[in-house]
């Protein structure tokens, strides 16, 4: 893993912006991950500013979201869906039918996540993924014990990850108890991953994934054997 060391969120965004720019810009069609959160904001704004300047376009980009909860619907200002539109999607120049994120509505929602990994598969796999990640180590929405060789599933959220979600939603009970993410088998197909992690709370996290045991407890760990992941934070390690 690479790790690039900055000084705080504002050099994070511009060095994720600068990484995920060159991504953009390297290949034809590219296929990217994407994920949401607090953390990526400021890229988000970022690449918007610079397709705004006419520097970069995502005419050819094709996105696939990390996760999404169950039972909220695209309209629902906590989907990740409406979060993906409004930090980027309806600023920049992709075609709607590119951008995908699982259906949290579906009546079969382990056949939606199946047909999901099927559709990154037949992409021809991610060429590049953003993450962040929880402070208890999750990555997309893959808790403590998920195996390591997980595709795109069904999970019922821990209650630390619904009261750290909380903050978004008007109150603990309407954080939804399942979500849909990409698994860790999905995520460590990507040719290129970019993990952001930003602010002291994440620094006994991180200092596990990068120096502890890679070990299912903590799923972002599985990154040390990726081949190609670069970790940007204003984290001391
Ligand atoms: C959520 C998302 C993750 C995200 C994480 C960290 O639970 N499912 O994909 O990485 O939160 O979010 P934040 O960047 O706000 O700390």
């Known amino acids: 893993m690479k790790i690039v060391k900055v000084n705080n969120k504002e050099e994070l965004s511009e060095k994720a912006t600068?990484?995920?720019?060159h991504a953009l810009n390297r290949l034809e069609k590219p296929?990217?991950?994407l994920a949401t959160g607090s953390t990526p904001e400021g890229m988000y704004d970022k690449l918007t500013e610079k397709y705004q300047a006419g520097d970069i376009t995502f005419k050819n980009a094709i996105t696939f979201n990390l996760d999404e909860y169950a039972s909220l619907a695209a309209d629902n200002p906590n989907s990740y869906r409406y979060y993906m539109d409004e930090k980027l999607f309806n600023h920049v120049d992709i075609q709607k039918e590119n951008t995908h994120l699982p259906n949290g509505l579906a009546g079969d929602l382990q056949q939606e996540c199946t047909t999901y990994d099927e559709r990154i598969i037949e992409a021809g796999s991610l060429d590049f993924l953003v993450l962040g990640i929880g402070l208890n180590g999750h990555i997309g929405f893959n808790e403590p014990?998920?195996?390591?060789?997980?595709?795109?599933?069904v999970v019922e959220l821990t209650e630390s990850t619904r009261e750290v979600n909380s903050r978004f939603f008007d109150s603990l009970d309407e954080v939804?108890?399942?979500?849909l993410t990409m698994g860790?088998?999905?995520?460590?197909e990507a040719k290129e991953i970019m993990l952001l992690v930003q602010g002291v709370k994440k620094a006994e996290i991180l200092k596990k994934v990068v120096h502890g045991e890679v070990a299912e407890e903590v799923p972002a760990s599985i990154l040390q054997r990726h081949p190609n992941t670069t970790i940007i934070t204003d984290i001391e390690l």
């Open 184 to 188: 860790l088998g999905t995520i460590m």
């Open 145 to 153: 014990g998920t195996a390591f060789d997980s595709r795109t599933h």
């Open 18 to 21: 600068e990484l995920f720019v």
């Open 176 to 179: 939804p108890t399942e979500a």
């Open 31 to 33: 296929v990217i991950g």
